[in-house]
């Protein structure tokens, strides 16, 4: 496996998540040689979705006029 960032090695890897936020103590993934990019399944789920869907939406206000000197 490559790495999607450097084109360098990836290597198996089980990491611990001591805070429990995936509800098991260990993850298994894949983490780069060369510059240590971490993915494990949750990574790659949220790199599959739309850039739209995760970025945070802009709603429109009323702007400050700008002032000319």
Known sequence: MTCERCDGLMVSEQMCDLRGTNRELYANGYRC???GDVVDATISEN???PAEASAPS????AR??????
Request: proline share 6%; hydrophobic share 45%.
């Open 33 to 35: 040689l060369l510059c």
């Open 58 to 61: 802009i709603t429109d206000t």
């Open 47 to 49: 790199r599959k979705r």
């Open 64 to 69: 400050m006029p700008s002032v000319a000197a």
